[in-house]
Structures are given as C-alpha cells and as structure tokens.
C-alpha cells in the first residue's frame, strides 16, 4: 500500500545564524524538494518560507523557525512530503513505493522481492533477495517496467547476474 507521506530527506544541520536548515535530501536530484511549499516534520505540516540547492544539500527557511536555537531543534529530524504535491516525471516512480516489489523476469518467472536499492555512482543498484542476492544496475537495458500499483518490476537478466 502506498503511503501518503514519503520521506523525503533529513535536517542535518543549521546554516547561518537566521534559522534555515541543511537537508540531506533523499532524491535522485536535491532540486526536487525546491517545488514544495510544505514539508511535514513530526506528523505536522510545515510551511517552505524559501529552499534552495547549496553543494547538492537543500538549505531551507522554514515557517516558525527563525533562530539558529529552534534550527538546531530540528537536527536530524527527517523531512516528509506528501504524495498530493509532488509530480514525478512519466514512467518515473517513488522508490519507497517499488521497495518489496516482487520481481519477475521477461518470461515471468519470479526471482524474488525488490529488498534494498542501492546508490551508485552510475545508476543506482536493484538487491533481489530470492533463492540468491541478484544485484541488478537500475538503467533501462535490465529494468524494463515498474509497476507500483501492481508491486512488479519486470527485469531483463543476462549471464552472470
């Protein structure tokens, strides 16, 4: 089941002496999370008074927090979004929401569940937990589809894999 509100990053420190925040954002480019007007901390909305990308980390002021005291408070706090206000590129899908998948091959065949999806520096990495550990590059070329409504992500192997 797919989850209203996604993690999208964590406060990892404060910046400057005004009260904005430094967020590790956990999305393929940190531009994405410039597009909301709210972020979510705590189960309570909070409103984005201005963020923008700094040495690929978000630097974020954040209604309420207006001194380097109530900045520090939010360290380490992670970041959420809602799934209404986000708009994903066509055929792209929120990580969070493959994450369990069952992966199956062209034939169909199942070669287990979507377990982790590690970062590298090309394309990120697919970990197929099954009969074995099948670590799959996420390029185009061995993922073919995923489908999170239907929990499937269909992948091309080849010998070796």
């Known amino acids: 089941m797919k989850k209203q509100?996604?993690?999208a990053g964590q406060i990892v420190n404060t910046h400057g002496v005004r009260g904005e925040v430094r967020i590790q954002p956990w999305a393929d480019e940190a531009a994405f999370l410039t597009r909301f007007r709210r972020f979510y901390i705590d189960g309570a909305a909070v409103a984005v008074r201005s963020c923008r990308v700094h040495?690929?980390?978000?630097?974020?002021?954040l209604a309420g927090v207006?001194?380097?005291?109530?900045?520090?408070?939010?360290?380490n706090k992670?970041?959420?979004i809602d799934r209404d206000d986000a708009r994903l590129p066509a055929g792209t899908v929120f990580l969070q929401d493959i994450l369990g998948a069952k992966v199956v091959d062209e034939d169909g065949s199942v070669l287990g569940?979507?377990?982790?999806?590690?970062?590298?520096?090309?394309a990120s990495v697919l970990v197929v937990k099954g009969d074995?550990?099948?670590?799959?590059?996420?390029v185009p070329e061995f993922v073919l589809d995923k489908d999170a409504d239907a929990g499937i992500v269909k992948v091309r192997l080849i010998e070796g894999m």
């Open 5 to 7: 509100y996604l993690e």
């Open 55 to 61: 040495k690929e980390m978000c630097i974020a002021s």
């Open 66 to 75: 207006d001194d380097v005291d109530a900045a520090m408070a939010l360290k």
């Open 78 to 80: 992670i970041i959420f």
């Open 113 to 122: 569940v979507l377990d982790e999806i590690m970062p590298a520096p090309a």
């Open 132 to 138: 074995r550990e099948i670590l799959i590059p996420d």
